[in-house]
């Protein structure tokens, strides 16, 4: 065997070998070792004089020498399955060459590892592999590390169902790390789509619209949704009724004030924000919008409504909404507030028998602000 690269030592060449006290050279050894093992021209018995050696080197009380080894036989298909194993199962600097690319260890051995090593670096190692599973992918996602879900992510080839990458994004919302490289894969179901253009910054939206399919208009719809949401949930009981000017003029400012926000804030009890609403858009004072909405004659909303150019085909959704919260109470209990939003959007309902879910406030607001769009 004249190849330099081939395997030239006989059993006491190995235990000599083992006992040399020389770090390097046994690493240097273990590298020769590795990379003529994927010599084509070993014979059936050098084959196996080269496995001993392997397997007797996994054993070497140094990490440099087995990580030597690790990183040489990490792109062997051939390497023998207990070797594969034993090189994957050792500390992170060895284990990582090996579980990142060996073909030679199967998706079970691969759970297995994921599970009997909580070590993130390991777990990582296999999210960084080519062509990770579904299965794998969601044992990696179920270690509930975000290091760990970064690398599977940003791994673009790797092989992730529609229901683990919505549980990534409900479990780890808040992570830009995460949603970044979600918004960045070359392909993301609707739905996903969907809950991540919420959470991203404009910049990532942009890349949402244009590298998945959503369309602007469904972008703009669930971030409209999003933002009244929010909006709503600033108004407080017992905010001061200044704070409320301030705010409702600085979301007409920003053509925030939509009529889907005040119908949403009505539903929602906060009458406070829909009087100092529709006093902006009326341009009249709280105090007059207020007589001509609890007006008892009717007529005073009537007026009032039109003056604020809300759409036309809304008004008798808004006048049973304005009827229901006057004679609607907080029942002062715990979580009083969604008791009295269901039974607004409940008595609402049994005047407009239009198949709404009562049971869903967005669906039911995106509903009517959908037909009033349509019939402008």
Avoid: W
């Avoid at 992570?175 to 991540?196: A, D, F, G, K, Q």
């Avoid at 933002?227 to 409702?248: C, H, I, N, Q, S």
């Avoid at 049994?350 to 669906?363: A, K, N, P, R, Y």
């Amino acid at each position: 065997m004249s190849n330099e690269n081939q395997i030239s030592l006989s059993a006491a060449d190995v235990e000599k070998l083992l006992q040399d006290p020389s770090t390097k050279n046994r690493a240097d050894t273990a590298e020769k070792v590795g990379s003529a093992f994927a010599e084509a021209s070993l014979n059936a018995d050098e084959r196996l004089i080269a496995e001993e050696i392997l397997r007797s080197m996994t054993r070497d009380a140094e990490v440099m020498v087995r990580a030597a080894l690790s990183e040489s036989v990490k792109e062997n298909p051939d390497i023998p399955k207990d070797i594969a194993l034993t090189l994957a199962s050792d500390v992170a600097e060895v284990a990582g060459p090996v579980l990142e690319f060996s073909s030679a260890l199967s998706d079970a051995d691969l759970l297995e590892i994921i599970q009997s090593r909580p070590s993130p670096a390991h777990q990582m190692a296999v999210a960084r592999r080519e062509n990770v599973s579904e299965s794998v992918s969601d044992a990696l996602v179920a270690t509930d590390h975000e290091d760990v879900v970064v690398e599977l992510v940003q791994n673009d080839s790797a092989q992730i169902s529609e229901a683990t990458m919505i549980k990534v994004v409900e479990d780890f919302g808040t992570s830009e790390r995460i949603n970044s490289s979600l918004v960045r894969r070359s392909s993301l179901p609707l739905t996903v789509s969907e809950r991540l253009v919420t959470l991203v910054s404009d910049t990532l939206r942009d890349h949402l619209v244009t590298h998945h399919e959503l369309s602007p208009s469904v972008a703009t719809d669930i971030l409209m949704q999003t933002r009244e949401r929010a909006t709503v949930g600033l108004v407080k009981p017992g905010v001061d009724v200044m704070d409320l000017e301030d705010l409702v003029d600085q979301l007409d400012s920003n053509g925030r004030l939509t009529p889907t926000l005040m119908l949403r804030a009505l539903c929602m009890g906060d009458t406070g924000f829909f009087e100092a609403a529709l006093a902006r858009r009326a341009g009249i004072s709280v105090v007059n919008a207020y007589t001509l909405i609890h007006d008892p004659g009717k007529d005073g909303f009537s007026a009032l409504y039109r003056k604020g150019s809300l759409p036309e085909d809304l008004f008798p959704v808004f006048r049973a909404a304005v009827d229901v919260s006057e004679e609607t109470e907080y029942d002062g209990g715990e979580d009083d507030q969604s008791r009295y939003r269901q039974r607004m959007i409940e008595r609402i309902l049994t005047q407009f028998e239009d198949g709404f879910d009562s049971e869903d406030l967005d669906f039911f607001i995106d509903r009517l602000g959908r037909k009033s769009a349509a019939a402008s």
